[in-house]
């Protein structure tokens, strides 16, 4: 467990500079949605994507809850967060910044030569390069690269090197828009249902039938729930997660099947297919990469 005071400090400190912040739990993850706010049934927060009257004082709803008021962070609510807190994370679109996330040493080296330099901040594995002005999130934009800017968070890991230039048009056109509101015409259209993992497949996987399928079905259903948005980042986070529990097998462990289930469900929330392909594929490479 954190010292409390070190972060919480942190973070009033940020906000006094206009930095939208909020605390993260182990696994550098948002704490979860009280009870009244589960499942989004509150009908969300004024200031999501689909905009819903959702006032509650709570760490709910994940980047959407980071603010600047004092008094909302040192708020009786937010206090268990604050003695369980791992780190601080913000809410780089609300402070007018993009981060791009680059997560390995090859990232770095592409960014290097691709993009204008910019504030550098280290991270455990890479590099966040910030730059000033903001656009949509995307995962997995290439190989090792994320950009979290509206409706993201990134972790606060101090103020870096460097002077911050302005967003370039390099970085908004990593993004491939991700559509996540489904007519009926593109969900009738979308690929066939494909075929379900089972053993057959995986003779050479380590982990038991039951392991496998609870794995799978808590990730199919994490995208299927996101209905509204972020149902491709969700791929990418569940390729990436299922990959790495199988990195260590001697294979074949039937990852084609999985990600082809994978693709099917984000697709049925309208994903484009292309992207949710992309998506998974690069989650698979660094679920591998970060499991090694």
């Known amino acids: 467990m954190s010292e409390t005071p070190y972060p919480l400090h942190t973070a009033l400190s940020l906000a006094a500079s206009g930095v939208p912040v909020l605390p993260l739990r182990r696994g550098k993850v948002p704490f979860g949605n009280c009870r009244t706010c589960a499942g989004n049934a509150c009908g969300g927060r004024p ?3 689909s905009a819903g009257p ?6 709910c709803h994940a980047w959407a809850a ?5 008094a909302v962070i040192v708020s009786p609510e937010w206090a268990p967060a604050w003695r369980q807190v791992a780190c601080v994370g913000y809410h780089p679109g609300g402070a007018g910044l993009t981060v791009v996330d680059l997560d390995n040493a090859d990232a770095i080296a592409w960014a290097r030569t691709a993009l204008p330099a910019t504030r550098t901040v280290p991270t455990t594995r890479g590099q966040h390069w910030i730059y000033r002005g903001t656009m949509p999130s995307h995962n997995a934009v290439r190989p090792g690269v994320d950009i979290k800017s509206a409706m993201s968070y990134a972790r606060w890991l101090g103020p870096g090197t460097g002077t911050t230039t302005t967003l370039p048009d390099a970085v908004r056109a990593l993004a491939v828009k991700e559509e996540a509101t489904p007519t009926p015409e593109e969900v009738a259209s979308s690929s066939p249902r494909p075929a379900t993992w089972d053993r057959s497949v995986a003779t050479g996987c380590r982990h038991t039938d039951r392991y496998v ?3 799978l079905e808590r990730g199919l259903a994490l995208i299927s729930a996101r209905t509204e948005s972020g149902a491709g980042s969700q791929a990418f986070g569940v390729a990436r997660f299922l990959a790495a529990q199988h990195a260590r097998c001697p294979g074949p462990c ?6 082809a289930q994978i693709v099917a469900a984000a697709v049925a929330v309208g994903v484009p297919e292309p992207y949710a392909r992309r998506a998974v594929a690069n989650g698979f490479t660094t679920g591998k990469e970060h499991a090694a």
């Open 47 to 49: 200031n999501m994507k």
């Open 66 to 70: 980071a603010t600047t008021e004092p």
């Open 54 to 59: 959702c006032r509650c004082p709570g760490i």
């Open 213 to 215: 399928r609870a794995g």
């Open 254 to 259: 039937g990852l084609d099947a999985i990600g």
